[in-house]
């Protein structure tokens, strides 16, 4: 297995944003690798790790997924698109535990992905019966979230120096709020 190379984490997590607009360039079977395994090693509640991954390189199958939620047509012009995928829960506290896991899957893989210079932005799934036939998901499972990949059309990964966020001393409480 190939490992990241590329930037320091602090200029990965400032250079990550959200990229809808890809240029032609496939994204190499390699750094597909490196971004599954880093939501692989993602960390989860009681190391459950209730998430699959499939991942979806076919344009035509690419262009379908563009119509599960209004706001995923950059999913169409991706060079892959990952369909995030959950057990269906046992109940409400593993329904919280799981998303809470799978967001932290999903962070490590855009940060795995802007560190290799690939823009990445996530879209809901509101069609849950498209998604299943169309990938084959069992019934026990659910689609909820779609992370499309690739190089950013608009230009390559920097970090941005004047981020649109609150200001940390907004934000942050020591001791009390």
């Given at each position: 297995?190939?490992?990241?190379?590329?930037?320091?984490?602090?200029?990965?997590?400032?250079s990550?944003?959200?990229?809808?607009?890809?240029?032609?360039?496939?994204?190499t079977?390699?750094?597909?690798?490196?971004?599954?395994?880093?939501?692989?090693?993602?960390?989860?509640?009681?190391n459950?790790?209730?998430?699959?991954?499939?991942?979806?390189?076919?344009?035509?199958?690419?262009?379908?997924m563009?119509?599960?939620?209004?706001?995923?047509?950059?999913?169409?012009?991706?060079?892959?698109?990952?369909?995030?995928?959950?057990?269906?829960?046992?109940?409400?506290?593993?329904?919280?535990?799981?998303?809470?896991?799978?967001?932290?899957?999903?962070m490590?893989?855009?940060?795995?992905?802007?560190?290799?210079?690939?823009?990445?932005?996530?879209?809901?799934?509101?069609?849950?019966?498209?998604?299943?036939?169309?990938?084959?998901?069992?019934?026990?499972?659910?689609?909820?979230?779609?992370?499309?990949?690739?190089?950013?059309?608009?230009?390559?990964?920097?970090?941005?120096e004047?981020?649109?966020?609150?200001a940390?001393?907004?934000?942050?409480?020591?001791?009390?709020?």
């Amino acid at each position: 297995m190939a490992t990241i190379t590329g930037m320091e984490t602090s200029d990965a997590i400032r250079s990550r944003r959200n990229v809808r607009t890809y240029d032609e360039r496939p994204i190499t079977g390699e750094s597909l690798e490196l971004i599954l395994e880093a939501g692989r090693r993602a960390p989860s509640a009681s190391n459950r790790q209730p998430w699959d991954f499939v991942v979806v390189t076919d344009r035509q199958k690419l262009e379908q997924m563009s119509n599960m939620w209004r706001n995923a047509r950059h999913v169409a012009g991706s060079a892959a698109t990952i369909v995030l995928v959950l057990p269906e829960p046992e109940d409400d506290r593993y329904r919280l535990m799981d998303q809470y896991d799978l967001g932290q899957a999903t962070m490590a893989m855009t940060l795995a992905a802007a560190d290799l210079g690939i823009g990445s932005a996530h879209a809901a799934v509101g069609d849950q019966e498209a998604c299943r036939v169309l990938f084959a998901i069992p019934e026990s499972h659910y689609c909820p979230y779609l992370l499309a990949l690739g190089y950013p059309g608009d230009g390559p990964l920097a970090p941005i120096e004047r981020p649109d966020r609150r200001a940390l001393d907004e934000i942050v409480h020591l001791g009390r709020w």
